[in-house]
Each structure stands twice: as C-alpha cells, then as structure tokens.
C-alpha cells in the first residue's frame, strides 16, 4: 500500500509541470468554449496520462534522480494543481454545457498529443533511464515492487487529466448542465486539495504515508562529505562513510558479477556521491574486485584511497581460509598492485589471522614490504586488543576492521574475534587514533528492530540509513563502509550521512545493542 500511495503522488506531482501539450489545450478550449481539432481534452488529457505514467516511473525507478527532482516537482505540482483549481472554480460559468467534441477528435486529439511529447526532451530522458533501468537490474525492480508502483503512478496522473477534463466539460456531452456545474465544482476543489495535500507533505503536515514517499530523499544534493573526515595515518583524510567492494563480485564473493556495467557503474556513482575510501580484498572474487575498481576509475582521482586487503585463500563460493604465510602475503600484495595498477598502496590490510603462522611473523613481512614503499600504511583486520598491541610493537598501525554494527554484542567468536573484543577494540582505536572501520555494518540487511524503524520513521529514512547514522555517532574514528551492487541501495547508504541522531535517539538505539 505504501508503494501504491507514494506512485499516486509521484503520478500527481510529475503529471503538472510536464503535460505542456495538455496544458495548452485546455486554456485554449477555455477561452474559446469549444473544443475542437487537437485540442479535445479527453484525447489530450489521455496522452498526456500515458506520458506521465511513463516518465515519472522512468525518472523515479531507473534514473534515480528523485533525490534531486521530487522536491521541486512536488512543489510545481501543487502549486499548478491549486492554480488549476481556482482556474476551474473561477470558470466554472463560463463553461460551454453543449457538446462539441466528436469520438474522431478525441482520437486524433490523442495520437497528436502523445506524438508531440514523445519529442519533449524530458521523454527522451525518461526512455534513457529505461534501459539504464534494466541494464542496472535494480532490486527494486527484482523485487516486484514495480507494478504496484506503476499503478500508483499512473491513477495519479491519469485522475489528475480525468479531473482535469472534467473541469473543462469534456465529458458534458453524456452529462446535463446541473450535473456537470457539480462535477466542475467538485473537480476544482478536489484539485485544490490534492495541490495543498501535495505542499503540506513537504513541511510534514500530511499523513505518514507522505513522509513515506519522501523517506531516504535528502533536500539537499547526497553527499558522502555531510559524514564529516577522518585523518588515516595522519595524511589522508578521507569522508567517514566509504564503500565496501565485496559485493559487486558474483555469488558466495565467487566470480564475476551477474552484470558488469552495473557494477562499473556503482563504483563510478560512488566516488560522484564523494566517497573517498573503497575498501576492496584480493581474495573478493577472487580478484574481480580490484580488476573492476581498476576498470571503472583509472585514472584514480586526487584524494580518492584504495584500501585493500591480504591473507585469504579462496578455494570455491563462500570459502574462505586463513594464510598468513609471508611468501603468500608478499604474493597478494604484489597481484593487488597489479590488477589495481597502482606503484603502492595507501591502506594495506591483514585480513584475518592466521592460527598456522606465528603473528609477527605475519606483520613482520607486511612491514618490510611497507619499509621497501609498496604500502603506504598498515592496518589490521579481524584482531582482538591484544593482537593490535602485538602489532603495533613491530610497525605503525592505522587502522582495524573487525565486524561490528548496531545488533553487535555478546561473546559469539567470528573470524576469531567476539563482539565484545571488538566494542573494546573501538575504545582502543578512539583512544590512539586509530581509524575503526566496521565491516557488515548493516548485517547483510538483517538489521532490524522496533528502536531502529520508530527513529527511521520519524526521519523520514530508512532502517539501514539509521543503523549507519548510529555508527557514524558511536565514535569519531568509525569509518563505515556499507557494500552493495544495487545503485539504489549505494544511494540510500549515502543518503545516511546527512541523518543526524538527537542524543535520545543514540540513547534508544544503543539500548540492548552495542553501546
């Protein structure tokens, strides 16, 4: 039903400022009381309801541009919708209650309108985010929320035409003159009201369900800065929100991706969106993720840190084992140059661990490739307090990455280290200056929590947009870097950095969870 209702007024507020076709035909049959030729409204109206049903589901679902285009179309659609209203009202006794307009001008009425804003360019755009749409493979679009969404779209800017010619007598021809002066009167108040419901849900004065329509919208262009920055190793500042690289690979981080241009494109969309830090792994595919990192941004632009990551064999999807073996990390650094074309990287990681192998001399070699300037700055992975302190005596470390978000909590061991290590290891981090960069910050998707969606509806955002908010909250040195291959979901985990939590939100989030 939310679905539905937030294509109805999508439908309603793309239907106002596009129809310019429509709009002339109904002044025209206005001021001449008759309608004739082109300018028969029902034919008119019909076209323009297909081209805007079209448009908007392209520019809202395809084209992504609705963080930047909902608010000023909602705002001229009210605005015209109120317009129109008193329009309807102000000439409701000039209306002509003879009929005019034969089945045959309707017909053509119908094909020329819909020919002439098929060369709007606004079309031409809106058929572009179609097939950018597919080629993506949105979730959305897999999900099955579409249909509904289309249909909300399109009784939205079909009733606004229908309403619309029925406020110019259209229609008259199988009304008499008293039913048509009602209809006419009640289609320009319900116009006005549709204006003023379309506004109001800007200043959150309408019902939820409008606020669930604008929810992970931004007023303001997204933006990965609005997170604030974060010195690593006291010379690159990066944004505190980044971007994991692991799952624009295939299934079980096994492969390639199902659909390579879609994943060049979320890599090329988040550094646009002013992501800073990419986080990626030798063994994330393996291989395919650097390759792709290389593909998408080579030339790297100024300021952009590729972080990456040794100390995993892949041997199938979903498979991991620990080597920490020097001759196996001096390797994985050396093909992580390579696919990355990069002379040195800003931020190598240990990944995990290794039982088999001695730490130091795990960090040990890292170190002597470090001194011989193929790494810029170390960091560590997976590592309990102990192990960071064990490695810290050998060489500088800037940074770790242990998992960690807002369900963390309790001494279950992954990869070697407990939650509980980990909230220790934050405190750690904020205390020396070391970056903490939590991976699966939002669990996979599988955040969720009565706390989390009341402070996600009263933001207007989403649940993984409040988890990462709360990250961003729970220390200075967090450095969160959700994954995703959707670009629709890239763009909600960017839209987190804007969100800012009240102390009794952060409060209320921390209940229960990893304060």
Same mark, same amino acid.
């Given at each position: ?133 597919? =080629?993506?493979?949105?979730? &959305? %679009?897999? *999900?099955? @929320? #579409?249909?509904?969404? /289309?249909?909300?779209?399109? !009784? ?28 006419? =009167?009640?289609?320009?108040? &319900? %116009?006005? *009201?549709? @204006? #003023?419901?379309?506004? /109001?849900?800007?200043?959150? !004065? ?34 505190? %929100? ?41 063994s994330y595919g393996p291989n395919v993720s650097e390759e792709l ?106 940074s770790v990455q242990n998992r960690f978000n807002n369900a963390s ?107």
């Amino acid at each position: 039903m939310d679905t539905l209702v937030r294509g109805v007024a999508i439908g309603f507020a793309v239907a106002a400022p596009i129809g310019p076709i429509g709009l002339l035909c109904i002044r025209r049959t206005l001021a001449n009381g008759s309608a004739s030729g082109i300018c028969s409204g029902l034919g008119a109206a019909t076209a323009d309801a297909v081209y805007a049903y079209v448009a908007g589901t392209a520019l809202t679902i395809a084209l992504r541009v609705v963080t930047r285009l909902a608010l000023p179309l909602h705002v001229v659609g009210g605005i015209a919708l109120i317009a129109l209203g008193m329009r309807a009202l102000r000439d409701d006794a000039v209306a002509n209650a003879k009929p005019s307009a034969t089945p045959r001008d309707h017909l053509v009425a119908f094909v020329s309108t819909l020919g002439l804003t098929l060369v709007n360019p606004a079309t031409i755009v809106s058929f572009a985010g179609i097939v950018a749409g597919v =080629l993506e493979r949105s979730t &959305l %679009l897999s *999900a099955g @929320g #579409v249909p509904m969404f /289309a249909l909300g779209v399109f !009784l939205g800017s079909t009733a606004w035409w229908v309403v619309l010619g029925l406020v110019v007598g259209r229609m008259r021809a199988a009304l008499r003159p008293r039913t048509m002066t009602i209809v006419r =009167l009640a289609s320009g108040a &319900l %116009l006005i *009201a549709f @204006g #003023v419901a379309a506004l /109001a849900s800007l200043l959150a !004065l309408a019902p939820a369900h409008a606020a669930q329509y604008t929810r992970g919208m931004a007023t303001q262009t997204r933006s990965a800065a609005a997170a604030g920055t974060l010195v690593i190793g006291g010379d690159l500042p990066v944004h505190r %929100l980044g971007f994991g690289a692991m799952r624009i690979t295939g299934p079980g981080i096994w492969g390639p991706p199902p659909d390579r241009a879609a994943a060049l494109a979320v890599l090329r969309r988040a550094v646009a969106l002013d992501v800073t830090l990419i986080d990626t792994a030798d063994s994330y595919g393996p291989n395919v993720s650097e390759e792709l990192i290389a593909e998408a941004l080579r030339p790297y632009p100024a300021g952009l840190v590729i972080a990456t990551k040794g100390g995993f064999l892949r041997t199938g999807p979903g498979r991991w084992v620990p080597d920490g073996r020097p001759e196996h990390l001096r390797a994985a650094l050396e093909g992580s140059l390579r696919r990355l074309k990069l002379e040195r990287v800003d931020l190598y990681q240990f990944h995990r661990p290794d039982p088999k192998v001695p730490f130091d001399e795990s960090v040990g070699a890292l170190a002597e490739l470090a001194q011989a300037g193929k790494i810029r700055h170390l960091g560590l992975s997976n590592v309990s307090l102990a192990e960071i302190e064990q490695a810290r005596r050998i060489a500088p470390i800037v940074s770790v990455q242990n998992r960690f978000n807002n369900a963390s909590g309790g001494d279950e061991e992954f990869n070697g280290v407990t939650d509980d290590q980990t909230i220790a290891v934050i405190d750690y981090c904020a205390q020396h200056g070391l970056a903490f960069i939590p991976w699966g910050p939002l669990a996979a998707g599988k955040l969720s929590s009565d706390r989390i969606a009341a402070v996600a509806r009263a933001h207007g955002a989403t649940p993984n947009q409040i988890a990462l908010a709360w990250l961003l909250r729970r220390s200075p040195v967090m450095l969160p870097i959700p994954g995703t291959s959707s670009m629709a979901h890239l763009e909600e985990n960017v839209g987190a950095a804007q969100i800012a939590l009240s102390d009794e939100e952060f409060a209320i989030l921390s209940l229960g969870g990893s304060a």
